[in-house]
C-alpha cells in the first residue's frame, strides 16, 4: 500500500488534482535556520528533485536525497499488511539500515514533508530516533501531518521547493494514515528535541519544526 | 527523401564506443572517447574529457570518472562529472554525485548526496600557446583491463 511507487494512484482526468502551489511557513523557518551558512549537509527524504536538489544546492549546501517511501514498501510489502509487518523486529532494522544508516550527527537539517504518518507506532518512534541521532545539535527537521481527524485516506505528494517560503505539491496518489496525530502527540513524538513549532496550513496540514 | 540502406546511428552515439547489452566486464575501463554502456561493468569506469551513457539495459557497478554522464540504466558506485549529469526518468543511481550540473527527471531514483562543484574562474588572459610539437598518432582509444585479461582496444 505504501510506497512512492505503489501508492494507489491519483487517477487521470478531470478530477485529478492539478499541482498546487501553496506557502509553507515551516519551510520558512527552517530555511531561516540556516541563512547566512554554507555547506552544510542537507536530508531530503522524499525522494530526489530537480528544484530541491537545485535550490539547496544554489544555496552552497550538500544535499542527500533518499526516498524513504519507497524503502517502506521494499521492507514491508504493498498490501494490508503492510502496517502490522511494520511490527517485526528484523524488518524493522532492514528498513531503519536501508533509509537511515548515516553516522550520528552527520546533518545539519532534515527534510521529512509527510512521510512520518506512514509508520505504525513502534517503528514511527524508532525512526524519529535514529534522525535526532543523525542530526546535529541545533539543526531542525521538517515534517508534515495530515490535521484532519476523520480523514480515512490522505493524500500523497511529492514536496518541491520553489523558493524559500514556497512548495509545489504534485500529487502521487493517496493512502490510509497509520494513525492521527494531534498536536500533543507530535509533542510526544520529538520529546527529545529541544523544542516543537507548530503551523497549520489552509491545506489542513500540521507542519512541524523539531530542533535537535 | 532517399531510401538509404545505411542505419540510423543511435541518437547519443556519435560514433562512441558501445557496451553492448550482452557484455559483461569486470575490471578498470579507461576510455579516450564517448562510451556507452549498454551491458554490465563492474570496477572502474574512467573518461575523464567524455561522455558516458549508461544505456537502458546498462547495470554498472562502479566508482565513475567523466566529462558528461548520462544514466538512464542502473548504477551503483560514486560519480564525479566535470560537467553535466543527467538522470532520467526510470534510471536508478546510488551513491555520491560531484558534479558541476545535475538534471533530474521525474520518476529517476537517486539516493544519495549530491555536492555541487562550482568551476574556478577561468583566468583573464590565455597563456600562450608551446611552439608546436611533434607527437606520434595516438592509436589507444580505449582500454579495458581486469584481473584475468587486459585488452587495449586501437583504431
Keep these: 500500500m505504501v510506497g512512492r511507487d505503489t501508492f494507489r494512484p491519483a487517477m487521470p482526468g478531470p478530477s485529478q488534482p492539478a499541482q498546487i502551489s501553496r506557502n509553507s511557513n515551516g519551510l520558512d523557518q527552517f530555511f531561516s535556520s540556516i541563512r547566512d551558512r554554507s555547506g552544510l549537509s542537507i536530508l531530503d527524504l522524499a525522494g530526489a528533485s530537480q528544484s530541491n536538489i537545485t535550490f539547496i544546492t544554489q544555496l552552497g549546501h550538500k544535499l542527500y536525497s533518499d526516498d524513504i517511501l519507497r524503502t517502506l514498501s521494499t521492507s514491508f510489502g504493498t498490501d494490508d499488511e503492510f502496517l502490522l509487518r511494520q511490527g517485526e523486529p528484523e524488518r524493522a532494522e532492514y528498513f531503519l539500515k536501508q533509509s537511515l544508516d548515516y553516522l550520528d550527527d552527520a546533518f545539519d537539517g532534515a527534510l521529512v514533508w509527510d512521510t512520518l504518518q506512514f509508520l505504525a507506532p513502534p517503528l514511527l518512534q524508532l525512526t524519529v530516533d535514529r534522525l535526532y541521532r543523525v542530526l546535529r545539535p541545533g539543526a531542525y527537521l521538517l515534517s508534515f501531518f495530515c490535521a484532519d481527524e476523520k480523514a480515512k485516506v490522505i493524500p500523497v505528494n511529492s514536496y518541491r521547493i520553489q523558493d524559500s517560503k514556497t512548495l509545489q505539491l504534485a500529487p502521487r496518489g493517496e493512502t490510509r494514515p497509520a494513525q492521527f496525530f494531534n498536536n500533543r502527540a507530535i509533542e510526544r513524538l520529538f520529546q527529545n528535541f529541544e523544542s516543537v513549532k507548530f503551523f497549520l496550513t489552509r491545506e489542513n496540514q500540521r507542519e512541524v519544526i523539531a530542533r535537535r | ?155
Design chain 2, 1 to 155: 527523401m532517399s531510401a538509404s540502406p545505411m542505419r540510423n546511428p543511435e541518437p547519443d552515439g556519435r560514433g562512441a564506443a558501445v557496451i553492448g547489452k550482452s557484455v559483461m566486464i569486470k575490471g578498470q575501463i579507461i576510455s579516450r572517447e564517448d562510451l556507452t554502456i549498454d551491458g554490465e561493468v563492474e570496477g572502474t569506469v574512467e573518461l575523464q574529457e567524455h561522455r558516458l551513457t549508461i544505456g537502458p539495459h546498462g547495470k554498472v557497478r562502479a566508482d565513475i570518472k567523466a566529462r558528461e554522464i548520462i544514466v538512464l540504466g542502473n548504477v551503483y558506485g560514486n560519480v564525479d562529472v566535470a560537467d553535466k549529469i543527467e538522470i532520467r526518468k526510470d534510471a536508478k543511481l546510488v551513491g555520491d554525485i560531484k558534479t558541476a550540473r545535475i538534471v533530474i527527471e521525474d520518476g529517476a531514483y537517486f539516493k544519495g548526496t549530491t555536492d555541487i562543484i562550482r568551476p574556478e574562474p577561468k583566468p583573464a588572459a590565455a597563456a600562450p600557446k608551446p611552439a608546436a610539437v611533434q607527437t606520434a598518432p595516438v592509436t589507444a582509444a580505449a582500454a579495458v583491463t581486469g584481473n584475468a585479461t587486459s585488452v587495449e582496444a586501437k583504431r
